[in-house]
């Protein structure tokens, strides 16, 4: 399942002007003696203490406890299951909580994990779909596993209402042969098979109303069409049934019936079996997976769709799949860029990976209404349909690059996460970081530049995933505990854990990770699996120990290293001392990579050489250098840590000037860069800018990117883009907010009216090119195209923060409407739209706002995505109204709460309009607060993540930090609260 949240629909709504201004683009950076108050705490960051929760504002994903066996301690309240239930299969009947439950939710241990008594080896299903209502009946095979207790099924006691239940055709007599209590249903062992080789036959038919189904989770009704999720509890929503993952079934056949002219599509996962026409104007499909899976892997599709369809056959077995996208009639001339994504992903795991498809069919389904980004349901995949349509009137460079990712997420999906899944919920990343890490090397391929996909990857995880660890749901990428496993989906278990996979990779080489990927797949093919599982295959593939590498699986935090060096001109050695702090008790093993540069003329004198640090200090010596050398530290971005100089000197943003213009590694080029702008900023909140060289660096660096050859446009827009607000505030003791704000944008248009004609001139050079290569409708998606208009966007930026008298507002105004009105495509309109949103004073300026703001929502025509834009440029706007602004967003009739899509364009965007959402009077909190207490009683999943908004608050002054808790207080008190909230904001408040 591809996650989403609040921050990845910002960076897929917003331009690319503005996207960087919210993205997370930046590092970590040396500082002189004038900021130190603002240094990053090197040696305190990785610690697990509330206090120093980074601040990451809305951007921090869904997370977990990490310390075990903690119990919270609260006042009595009431807890609301559905999406948020408490209990996995493995609780007993007395362990399990109701739905009106009076007590504090419990904590599910990793360490609790015990193997099913009874599991399910073949299921038979029969949904009959009816207006309002629809009927299931299952049947499940029960076969012996340990033997060791009662059968207990799973089925959420507020969505399924029992209608029969029997066991090898007897039926079955509540409170003699089984009981239910809250969301669990015990059938007695002495009922069930008493060895190995005999089987049961379990049958139940129970009711749904899928039209009321608001948390999105289970059978569900998106528009005029049936969906399921079944990720990660949703089939409890369904049926009875051990609804954990290392319950692999074969589902047989899995019927369909619906009405047939409202729902002539009828879809289910694997192979069709047969269909045909009923009575009453209704029909059926029957549906096939031979390959066992769990239930979380379960789908199915009833409505009326449109589609585009294909073929691709695989090499080398020649197996003719047959392809096809489906979506609401409307919006299919936007599924071609999909369906092209999808034959690119096959075609790049049979190179990469030796992985062929292994159905007939692949089919994928747009969904309006969705809690997350995708879903790799075997052989019939759903997807937010922010993550499948996408045509250049509607669709940014930014869509179609995530489109094209996230298609290939879902598909590598197929062998890692569904033919070889995760034991529990607590071996999530063994699926979620594996294929993280190939989608982004498939999109790096794609993209034909892995710097600029390593920048985007690196930017958001220092940008949300370092806060997460510095904050007060800090875990692991393994989590030892949780209470919602919703929660569970985080920053963490994907982006770092994609990191802990790309590890292995640079230890163990591109030949040493592919035997270590095929032996894996060898060995554990149709199997739930751990993450040690994948560890062995690894090391024995390779003959390698890698015991020590798995401490990364149990040690959360941001792992700190530090590095000092000297040369010794007799001996001609240069050595290099490493230094590493974290949470672990023993030391990580971290790969480091590192470059060497002569100092005197800047040629790299010893190549990239993986350095594996072992030890808490360890120095390694490099001989035969004929002078000094300058270190590139950590190339590639080889290790998610913090890396900083032991101790800090004058020479530090020398070096960074010096590395900014010749490291031969384009991250760390980037990187150094990203250093120096930050330690301006910093400055400049400090006011002692003039005390430094700093501002000659900086211009010196900016100038360069500037003027850079070539025409990898791209990277140039990122060595252009200043670092995030949240970035920075990541490395603030103490954030402020507006101060914040006011430092970067002064250090922003100081470099805007430094370079002011030759900005202007780049960007007059682009667009003129852009225009002789083609232009209008024919928008092509191209590496230097996608280029050109970032680096053309981001200039934009620049020439519109010019701003401070009335002439230049009407100039940045007019410039900003000449591109909105002559582009074509959305990513510039989109661009210039952002710029003009900000834009106030004089009422030519404000005129030219609104004209562009009414004719972009009048040119959406109910285009649901397109709107979604036009809500979230509004809430990220730099005016000082812009809390009244949203708060009238809210009663607009395009709004609803409903959709997670639609609250999230404009809730949580405004939430990360920190400037703003951070204001001292504290009514940004009131307004989430209020916000996430309506949506509460709708979609847990989703007011769990709107809550992460109020939780830094201990990052905070003491003013905005008590409104802060007082925001979260008031939703603690809510009764009843789901337990997706109230594992978030007890986590915050707890002391």
């Known amino acids: 399942m591809k996650l989403t949240t609040a921050a990845m629909i910002l ?6 002007t503005s996207a960087f201004r919210i993205a997370n683009l930046g590092s970590t950076t040396a500082r002189s003696a004038a900021t130190a108050a603002y240094r990053r705490r090197a040696a305190s960051t990785f610690l697990p203490n ?18 075990p066996r903690r119990q919270l301690t609260m006042a009595p309240l009431t807890l609301r299951g559905g999406s948020s239930a408490l209990f996995s299969s493995t609780t007993t009947a007395e362990e399990s909580t109701t739905e009106t439950s009076t007590s504090g939710p419990k904590e599910i241990f990793r360490s609790d994990y015990t193997a099913l008594p009874f599991k399910v080896s073949n299921v038979s299903m029969n949904f009959d779909i009816r207006d309002g209502e629809t009927f299931i009946e299952s049947e499940l095979t029960i076969v012996q596993n340990t033997g060791e207790g009662d059968l207990v099924l799973d089925g959420e006691a507020d969505a399924l209402t029992l209608l029969s239940i029997s066991l090898d055709g007897k039926d079955l007599v509540e409170g003699v042969d089984y009981t239910i209590d809250g969301d669990t249903l015990t059938i007695v062992s002495s009922l069930l098979p008493t060895t190995v080789d005999a089987t049961s036959v379990l049958k139940t038919k129970v009711k749904v109303h899928p039209e009321k189904n608001t948390q999105l989770s289970g059978l569900y009704k998106s528009g005029s069409m049936y969906c399921t999720q079944c990720e990660a509890m949703g089939f409890r ?23 047939k002219e409202a729902y002539p599509v009828l879809l289910g996962n694997g192979n069709k079996l047969e269909g045909g026409d009923v009575e009453g104007d ?60 999808l034959k690119k992903s096959m075609k790049w795991d049979e190179d990469t990976f030796g992985l062929e498809y292994d159905l007939d069919v692949y089919n994928v389904v747009a969904v309006n209404d969705f809690n997350m980004g995708a879903m790799e349901n075997k052989g019939l995949n759903v997807f937010n349909t922010a993550y499948c349509l996408a045509d250049p009137k509607s669709a940014t460079d930014l869509d179609y690059e995530r489109i094209e990712s996230v298609i290939g997420h879902e598909y590598f999906h197929n062998w890692t996460g569904n033919r070889v899944t995760c034991r529990d919920w607590f071996q999530l990343t063994l699926k979620e970081g594996l294929t993280v890490y190939r989608d982004q090397e498939f999109s790096g391929d794609m993209m034909q530049s892995h710097a600029v996909k390593r920048i985007e990857d690196v930017s958001s995880l220092r940008g949300r995933q370092f806060a997460e660890d510095a904050g007060p749901m800090s875990h692991p990428v393994r989590p030892d505990s949780y209470i919602s496993m919703d929660n569970f989906y985080t920053a963490t278990v994907y982006s770092k854990g994609a990191e802990v996979v790309r590890m292995y990779r640079t230890l163990l080489g591109k030949d040493g990770f592919r035997k270590g990927m095929d032996l894996y797949f060898e060995r554990h093919d149709g199997n739930a699996v751990t993450c040690d599982d994948f560890l062995s295959a690894m090391g024995d593939a390779n003959g390698v120990d890698l015991s020590q590498f798995s401490r990364w699986y149990q040690t959360n935090g941001t792992p700190t290293v530090k590095y000092s060096s000297k040369y010794d001109e007799e ?42 640090l072992r030890e808490k200090e360890q120095t390694f010596e490099f001989d035969g250098l004929n002078g000094d050398v300058l270190p590139s530290m950590l190339r590639g971005f080889s290790a998610p840590v913090k890396l900083v100089r032991a101790e800090a000197d004058a020479s530090e943003e020398e070096d960074l000037a010096f590395l900014a213009a010749r490291d031969t590694d384009g991250f760390n080029r980037w990187e150094a860069g990203q250093k120096l702008y930050t330690s301006l900023i910093f ?70 009216r430094k370079y002011l004609s030759e900005i202007r001139a780049k960007y007059d050079e682009l667009t003129e090119a852009m225009e002789s290569s083609g232009s209008g409708e024919d928008i092509k998606l191209d590496a230097t195209s996608i280029g050109q208009r970032r680096l053309r966007n981001v200039l934009l930026g620049y020439l519109c923060c010019i701003k401070d008298t009335a002439e230049e507002r009407d100039a940045a105004s007019e410039l900003a409407m000449k591109q909105f009105e002559s582009s074509y495509g959305m990513t510039d309109r989109y661009s210039a739209l952002n710029c003009l949103a900000s834009m106030d004073g004089e009422e030519s300026v404000v005129a030219r706002r609104d004209a562009a703001l009414q004719k972009f929502y009048d040119d959406a025509n109910g285009d649901a995505l397109v709107l979604n834009k036009w809500f979230m440029c509004q809430a990220v706007a730099d005016l000082p109204d812009v809390l009244d602004r949203v708060k009238a967003l809210v009663k607009h009739p395009d ?42 009683k709708l979609n847990p999943q989703l007011s769990s993540r709107m809550g992460r908004g109020l939780i830094q608050w201990r990052k905070y002054s003491e003013e905005r930090g008590a409104l802060m808790k007082e925001a979260l207080q008031e939703l603690a008190d809510m009764k009843p609260i789901s337990s997706d909230l109230f594992e978030v904001v007890s986590s915050s408040l707890k002391e």
């Open 282 to 341: 209704r029909h059926y499909a029957v549906w096939e997976d031979p390959y066992p899976k769990p239930s979380y892997l379960f789908c199915i599709v009833a409505g009326k769709l449109g589609s585009v369809s294909s073929s691709y056959t695989t090499v080398p077995s020649g197996r003719k799949v047959h392809l096809e996208v489906y979506s609401e009639p409307e919006n299919v001339s936007k599924l071609g860029h999909a369906l092209e994504s």
């Open 237 to 259: 929503r369904i049926t009875y049934y051990p609804d954990r993952p290392d319950n692999m079934a074969i589902f047989d056949s899995v019927r369909i019936e619906a009405d």
């Open 683 to 752: 400055q400049t909140l400090e006011g002692n800018q003039d005390e430094s060289k700093t501002l000659d660096y900086v211009e010196e660096a900016f100038g360069r990117a500037l003027n850079m050859d070539g025409n990898d446009y791209s990277i140039q827009a990122y060595a252009l883009t200043l670092p995030s607000e949240s970035t920075l505030a990541e490395e603030m003791t103490v954030v402020d907010p507006v101060a914040l704000h006011k430092a970067r944008g002064d250090v922003r248009e100081s470099l805007a």
């Open 11 to 16: 960076a897929s709504l917003v331009s690319p």
């Open 895 to 936: 709004f609803t709460l409903t959709n997670p899509n639609r609250c999230s364009s404009l809730i949580s965007a405004f939430t990360m309009n920190a400037a703003h959402f951070h204001a001292e009077d504290g009514e940004g909190y009131k307004f989430l607060g209020d916000m996430t207490a309506q949506v509460d």
């Open 571 to 612: 001996s001609k050695t240069y050595y290099l001392t490493l230094t590493q702090e974290s949470n672990s008790d023993e030391p990580l093993l971290i790969p480091i990579s590192v470059g060497l540069l002569d100092k005197a003329s800047g040629e790299e004198v010893v190549a990239t050489k993986v350095l594996e």
């Open 50 to 67: 509330p206090s120093a929760a980074i601040a990451a504002s809305s951007s921090s994903l869904q997370s977990t406890y990490a310390h």
